[in-house]
């Protein structure tokens, strides 16, 4: 058995001989990784959901769509123009009678200004149409910036927890660095005695090295977290963040037979799928609007030369009429524009019919996934309470020499896992609950 020990003490030796660097570097990670400030859930959803692009181009949307609906109106409003011209004619007619001499007709240089004014009278409904369409296309728009806005909360939400679970992961390894590096320190006092082998010592060593290795892990992962972070806030991706901590969250106070019908009458997708329908049957009515009359008075007023008897004279002068356009044969354009157009409709329909189906089961998982990371919440607060207990009988078990250094490590290591599980099924929960908000149609960031 003894002559067993060499090897295995070798391979320890040489895994310590990387413990160091190891040790450098994760030490330099924690400095870098160490905040001045901490940002609260509040200030992060805040400032995600008012200055990411995506938002800012929605919001853009919104404002195009209110030129368009000015865009639209302006049928009726009337046309004003001025013009004037200049042309040079040659031949013109001429004539002698006799007495009068040499007649001209017209004069070889004409000039002319005049004013135009065109006003619609009726375009039964095409005007009106075309603005209840632009409308609607705004109601779209809006309905988009929330979606935007809502997705943008939950990628932050998940983004924070992601963050906060790190940031608690290391202050579970460095207790479990403590309690490893307190029980080294018994060992090495043992070994002075004579009471403890130098295998036990290099074990508990590489036991430590090895919880070392795993929060270089989570510091390297925090790293990505922030820069996932600086990414969501616009920050430059190198800028360190310590998050507030945030594992309270209410569960909402919905019974669940209403909350599918909640779901379809609230979520952000739902709304926009009906403004989809509303807009296809809008566009039908615009399309069908095409396709009629149109009525409009013209006047135009100004002054030109070429009256007899003075061809030079400029002389006031004006035209005034109605303008009536009827469609009689299109080559069937209106009628297949039509036929798309309640194609469209249909389209929405079916859409809307995918999604409220959609939804519902989106809600029954949640609320599933709310149910399930209750009951780990409470399992692990056990587990880790029998753990701590059980940790605490083996190093007194240990000190009695009941048990060996292997099973207090295991102890030990019991106790960290249980208290990353703990942590994990909060997060879970914390994140259930918003996910069952959001699946329910709450806007998060309001």
Same mark, same amino acid.
């Given at each position: 058995?003894?002559?067993?020990?060499?090897?295995?003490?070798?391979?320890?030796?040489?895994?310590?001989?990387?413990?160091?660097?190891?040790?450098?570097?994760?030490?330099?990670?924690?400095?870098?990784?160490?905040?001045?400030?901490?940002?609260?859930?509040?200030?992060?959803?805040?400032?995600?959901?008012?200055?990411?692009?995506?938002?800012?181009?929605?919001?853009?949307?919104?404002?195009?769509?209110?030129?368009?609906?000015?865009?639209?109106?302006?049928?009726?409003?009337?046309?004003?123009?001025?013009?004037?011209?200049?042309?040079?004619?040659?031949?013109?007619?001429?004539?002698?009678?006799?007495?009068?001499?040499?007649?001209?007709?017209?004069?070889?240089?004409?000039?002319?200004?005049?004013?135009?004014?065109?006003?619609?009278?009726?375009?039964?409904?095409?005007?009106?149409?075309?603005?209840?369409?632009?409308?609607?296309?705004?109601?779209?728009?809006?309905?988009?910036?929330?979606?935007?806005?809502?997705?943008?909360?939950?990628?932050?939400?998940?983004?924070?927890?992601?963050?906060?679970?790190?940031?608690?992961?290391?202050?579970?390894?460095?207790?479990?660095?403590?309690?490893?590096?307190?029980?080294?320190?018994?060992?090495?006092?043992?070994?002075?005695?004579?009471?403890?082998?130098?295998?036990?010592?290099?074990?508990?060593?590489?036991?430590?090295?090895?919880?070392?290795?795993?929060?270089?892990?989570?510091?390297?992962?925090?790293?990505?977290?922030?820069?996932?972070?600086?990414?969501?806030?616009?920050?430059?991706?190198?800028?360190?963040?310590?998050?507030?901590?945030?594992?309270?969250?209410?569960?909402?106070?919905?019974?669940?037979?209403?909350?599918?019908?909640?779901?379809?009458?609230?979520?952000?997708?739902?709304?926009?799928?009906?403004?989809?329908?509303?807009?296809?049957?809008?566009?039908?009515?615009?399309?069908?609007?095409?396709?009629?009359?149109?009525?409009?008075?013209?006047?135009?007023?100004?002054?030109?030369?070429?009256?007899?008897?003075?061809?030079?004279?400029?002389?006031?002068?004006?035209?005034?009429?109605?303008?009536?356009?009827?469609?009689?044969?299109?080559?069937?354009?209106?009628?297949?524009?039509?036929?798309?157009?309640?194609?469209?409709?249909?389209?929405?329909?079916?859409?809307?019919?995918?999604?409220?189906?959609?939804?519902?089961?989106?809600?029954?998982?949640?609320?599933?996934?709310? #149910? =399930?990371?209750?009951?780990?919440?409470?399992?692990?607060? /056990?587990? +880790?309470?029998? %753990?701590?207990? !059980?940790? &605490?009988?083996? #190093? =007194?078990?240990?000190?009695?020499?009941?048990?060996?250094? /292997?099973? +207090?490590?295991? %102890?030990?290591? !019991?106790? &960290?896992?249980?208290?990353?599980?703990?942590?994990?099924?909060?997060?879970?929960?914390?994140?259930?609950?918003?996910?069952?908000? !959001?699946?329910?149609?709450?806007?998060?960031?309001?």
């Amino acid at each position: 058995m003894i002559k067993k020990y060499p090897i295995l003490l070798l391979l320890i030796a040489t895994l310590m001989a990387f413990h160091q660097p190891v040790q450098a570097q994760t030490e330099a990670v924690a400095m870098e990784t160490t905040a001045t400030d901490s940002l609260s859930l509040d200030s992060i959803i805040s400032k995600v959901v008012s200055s990411y692009p995506s938002v800012k181009e929605a919001e853009e949307a919104v404002k195009r769509a209110d030129t368009q609906i000015e865009l639209a109106r302006s049928g009726h409003y009337p046309n004003v123009s001025a013009n004037a011209s200049y042309s040079h004619i040659g031949p013109v007619t001429k004539f002698t009678l006799p007495g009068s001499g040499e007649i001209q007709m017209n004069p070889n240089d004409n000039y002319a200004a005049t004013i135009n004014v065109s006003q619609s009278i009726s375009d039964f409904g095409k005007t009106a149409a075309n603005i209840a369409y632009q409308q609607e296309t705004k109601k779209l728009g809006q309905q988009t910036l929330q979606q935007v806005k809502q997705q943008l909360t939950i990628r932050a939400i998940h983004t924070y927890y992601s963050l906060l679970f790190l940031q608690d992961a290391i202050d579970i390894k460095n207790e479990q660095l403590a309690n490893l590096q307190h029980h080294l320190d018994f060992i090495v006092k043992k070994r002075k005695t004579g009471s403890a082998t130098q295998y036990e010592e290099l074990s508990t060593k590489v036991k430590i090295s090895g919880v070392k290795s795993e929060k270089l892990d989570i510091l390297s992962s925090i790293r990505v977290q922030q820069a996932v972070l600086n990414t969501l806030l616009g920050e430059p991706e190198t800028t360190h963040h310590f998050v507030k901590e945030k594992l309270t969250v209410e569960r909402p106070a919905i019974l669940p037979d209403t909350m599918i019908n909640l779901a379809v009458r609230n979520r952000d997708e739902m709304k926009i799928a009906r403004e989809k329908i509303r807009l296809a049957e809008l566009n039908l009515n615009l399309i069908k609007s095409e396709n009629t009359p149109s009525l409009k008075a013209f006047v135009s007023a100004g002054a030109k030369n070429g009256y007899i008897p003075d061809l030079h004279q400029f002389k006031p002068n004006y035209v005034a009429g109605l303008d009536f356009h009827i469609p009689i044969f299109d080559a069937n354009r209106n009628k297949n524009q039509r036929l798309l157009a309640k194609s469209g409709i249909q389209t929405s329909i079916y859409e809307t019919e995918r999604l409220q189906r959609e939804v519902a089961s989106d809600v029954i998982q949640n609320s599933a996934n709310v #149910e =399930t990371a209750e009951q780990k919440v409470k399992q692990f607060e /056990l587990q +880790l309470k029998q %753990a701590r207990d !059980a940790f &605490s009988l083996a #190093e =007194t078990s240990y000190k009695a020499g009941v048990i060996t250094n /292997l099973d +207090l490590l295991d %102890a030990t290591t !019991a106790v &960290s896992n249980s208290q990353l599980l703990l942590l994990k099924s909060q997060i879970d929960y914390a994140l259930s609950v918003y996910d069952l908000q !959001a699946a329910v149609g709450k806007h998060i960031f309001e």
